[in-house]
């Protein structure tokens, strides 16, 4: 369909200028005034954000893969839960292995060229360019076997993931470097962690390792729900908002935009940052004005999806955004 353009109802496209001196919120807000493709949305989206954040009648969600935990971006994510930014978390199980995993035992740096047959020789995962010795993760089995003695002694028997997670959390108190924790700042500020897919990774299988033997000990995924679905009910029922920024896509992406098509026919606010492509039909791919089709994000919405790495956009985001809260 032809629509006619009203130039002088356009904004007039500015040249980015850099002084010394300058902080990167002032840098960002050029970006949008640019009008420079991924710039424009860049700057959008800190926009987004803080209006997210400021209005206190929103319910705010945070979805992301595993992945970034491995680099890091994971102190960018602690920090958004520490200072409370965020009311929720949506993730994968992979996030709970690389948040123990390092909290016990250093990852590397490393190379995407390197020679994977050699790496595996010597014991040692690559994570893209990140190094993952086995380790890392004979740590986290040692630990969380003792963590999960511990829950079952006292009791507890059958736990939502976000609940185990605290329990998890709760027993870092003590732990060297805690503060540098995911889990830990969850449980401190008692923020829900949820993790649907908690079988597919080192965490779960240690779970369900523990459980050969405990045919009593159940992690209760419907008890998730539950409380997810108490919340979007209470969001309906005191006419709340709900945002949500949304790093990658998969299953922490489509839980967050799934559960918020019920009562209240979608987010509000909308941030999602992906490098996947389009064309192929995936969900990692699909921007969010395709959620809007599935009433998943509502028609008014502000929303903004920005293509490129989280690792890099991400530390930069999140630095305007606080500089302006």
Known sequence: MFMEVNLNEQKVVKDIKIEKGMNVNQITKQLYESGGFVA???????????????????FRFLSFPACIMATGTRGIIVELIKKRLFNAVITTCGTLDHDLARLWKPYYHGSFLMDDRELHKQGINRLGNVLVPND????????????????????????????????????????????????????KNRIPVFVPGITDGAVGYQIWLFAQDKSDFIIDVFKDESKLD?????????????????????????????WNQFYKEGLDYAVYITTAVEWDGSLSGARIREAVSWGKVKEDARYVTVEGDATLLLPFMIAALLERL
């Open 40 to 58: 424009k949305k860049f700057g959008l989206a800190v926009e987004i954000l803080e209006r997210m954040v400021k209005d206190e009648n929103t």
């Open 136 to 187: 890392s993760y004979w740590v986290v089995e040692e630990k969380l076997q003792n963590i999960l003695q511990e829950i079952y002694d006292e009791g507890k028997r059958r736990l939502a993931t976000y609940e185990l997670i605290w329990e998890i959390g709760r027993r870092l108190e003590n732990e060297k470097g805690k503060e540098n924790s995911l889990i830990y700042w969850a449980y």
């Open 230 to 258: 108490e919340i979007m009910a209470t969001l309906d029922r005191e006419n709340k908002k709900s945002g949500a920024l949304m790093i990658g896509g998969g299953i922490s992406k489509h839980h967050t935009i799934w």
